[in-house]
């Protein structure tokens, strides 16, 4: 018999701002990115779910340092996805851009996005509506933050750029699961670029009050994304003219080239 279970998405919070994402039916569990062993194993004890597979989308160690000892301490083995690109310790199943992956227990069906920029075998993993999903999910790893986006430790400005652009296409109501919370501090960058986006500045109060109240302030969606995240705007006129300030040029910047500007400018924010 198949269950069919509407499925929940919770955060497990690991060091200081990582977020291990917990997709289960209430019974069958998946863990992305699961950084560190221990609040993972403490989770799926304390709501008596079973682990049947491991989410990766990047090398990172706070993204991939716990998988080993979970796999350790389960009694059968069990799938770990990953980028086939780069070798992880613990991955089972490499995955490549246009891959499906149809998982039975919690029954779900996700798409492999490559998100090159943050790091250069990143990849994303998104799940559009079905029976049990109320709304598409996206897991894109450090690509796409809250009102952010990841710094670029080995892809370029365009790779990013491009990323960003395979989620802007995205349904408008899908739910982002960004994997730390970085929010509020890019929220301060972000009015920086674009001081006047009514937007941004009524989810900058919305994102405190979170904050105050030790809230999660994701997941966001991709359609509040491109109203408030700059670098999801690279080819709107305020994000445009910000950049040509920052960076002196009076030429017409193309989207890449503004997401450049505006990346060094965050970097050094
Ligand atoms: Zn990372
Ligand atoms: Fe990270």
Same mark, same amino acid.
């Given at each position: 018999m198949v269950k069919n279970t509407l499925l929940q998405v919770w955060p497990i919070p690991a060091f200081d701002d990582n977020y291990i994402w917990c997709i289960h039916d209430g019974e069958s569990a998946l863990v992305v990115d699961p950084g560190d062993a221990v609040p993972v194993l403490r989770y799926l004890d304390e709501q008596k779910l079973t682990l049947k597979g491991i989410l990766v989308t990047h090398h990172h160690p706070d993204h991939t340092g716990g998988i080993l000892k979970i796999l350790q301490s389960l009694k059968v083995a069990i799938p770990v996805y990953g980028p086939a690109a780069i070798a992880i310790p613990g991955r089972t199943e490499g995955v490549m851009e246009g891959d499906k992956i149809d998982i039975a227990a919690p029954r779900l069906s996700l798409k492999v996005f490559e998100v090159?920029?943050?790091?250069?075998?990143h990849i994303a993993y998104f799940a559009n509506m079905q029976s049990n999903v109320l709304e598409p999910m996206l897991f894109c790893g450090d690509t796409l933050f809250a009102s952010g986006c990841g710094r670029l430790f080995e892809g370029t400005p365009t790779q990013m750029s491009e990323s960003l652009g395979k989620f802007a #296409?995205?349904?408008?109501n899908t739910l982002v699961y960004c994997t730390h919370e970085y929010t509020l501090s890019n929220i301060r960058f972000a009015l920086a670029v674009e001081p006047n986006n009514a937007n941004l500045l009524a989810w900058a109060q919305r994102a405190q009050e979170l904050r105050d109240q030790?809230?999660?302030? #994701?997941?966001?969606t991709i359609g509040q994304e491109l109203q408030v995240n700059p670098f999801m705007r690279c080819d709107s006129k305020e994000v445009l003219e910000s950049a040509l300030r920052i960076s002196g040029e009076t030429a017409l910047l193309t989207p890449p080239h503004v997401l450049a500007v505006i990346r060094a400018w965050k970097d050094r924010f």
């Open positions: 090159p920029g943050h790091t250069l075998t #296409v995205l349904p408008k030790h809230l999660p302030t #994701v997941p966001t």
